[in-house]
């Protein structure tokens, strides 16, 4: 069973929109909970990296929040563009390896 | 500050043949990794090199994958021979010490087996 949960599957909005991306992790302990962005035919992208004394943390329009008590995390994309779509995924750090989700697929269209 | 450098960025074989891929890492990153992305899915972890030993190879199907890193700075990853499901895209990180740091990832490289 995956340790890195993430809902959707994949998503779809209107150009402006704003949405929501879930990640359930069950690793422990915690070490640091990180979002990347990985577009088509690229390799991903760090978009946050968060600590146990983080609750929020924005990039730009982007805002993850976690929850280390439930043990979740989300993100927030703002004013959604054409060019967030995009594969998001979810990672955390287990021992000396990293756990990725499979990811939320978002397409943004105008 | 360049990034990570893979090359080629596609490729396609037929089974059985042989293919091999190249990465340079971020100047100054210690640690190196290879990962193998089927579509649909996360990046699995391959291999692992800190300088250039291995840290963890344990999901590396060692009879038909090798990788080294010698001298520490690239790396080359080799699968002989290819299988249909080896089609995926393999994705190079580094980070400057292990995973307590940032991990940086290349491009990729997408290969096709037919």
């Known amino acids: 069973k995956n340790q890195v949960e993430q809902s959707p599957q994949s998503l779809i909005i209107l150009e402006g929109k704003n949405c929501t991306l879930q990640?359930?992790?069950?690793?422990?302990?915690?070490?640091?909970l990180r979002w990347y962005k990985q577009d088509t035919g690229r390799g991903p992208v760090s978009l946050t990296i968060?600590?146990?004394?983080?609750n929020t943390k924005s990039n730009g329009r982007y805002t993850a929040t976690l929850d280390a008590d439930t043990k979740q995390s989300s993100l927030h994309i703002t004013a959604s563009q054409l060019s967030d779509s995009a594969s998001y995924i979810c990672v955390h750090p287990d021992a000396d390896k990293l756990i990725f989700g499979t990811g939320t697929r978002l397409q943004v269209f105008p | 500050e360049a990034g990570v450098a893979q090359s080629p960025r596609y490729k396609i074989i037929e089974k059985r043949q042989s293919v091999a891929f190249w990465c340079n890492p971020i100047s100054g990153h210690a640690t190196l990794y290879w990962y193998q992305q089927i579509l649909g899915q996360g990046p699995k972890l391959l291999i692992q090199f800190q300088n250039n030993g291995v840290v963890d190879d344990s999901q590396l199907p060692k009879d038909r994958f090798s990788a080294e890193r010698l001298k520490g700075v690239d790396s080359t990853l080799k699968i002989q021979p290819a299988k249909l499901e080896d089609s995926a895209v393999y994705l190079c990180?580094?980070?400057?010490?292990?995973?307590?740091?940032?991990?940086?990832f290349g491009p990729g490289t997408r290969l096709t087996v037919t």
């Open positions: 990640c359930n992790y069950t690793v422990s302990p915690f070490s640091n």
């Open positions: 968060m600590t146990f004394s983080e």
């Open positions: 990180a580094s980070s400057l010490v292990d995973l307590a740091y940032e991990q940086y």
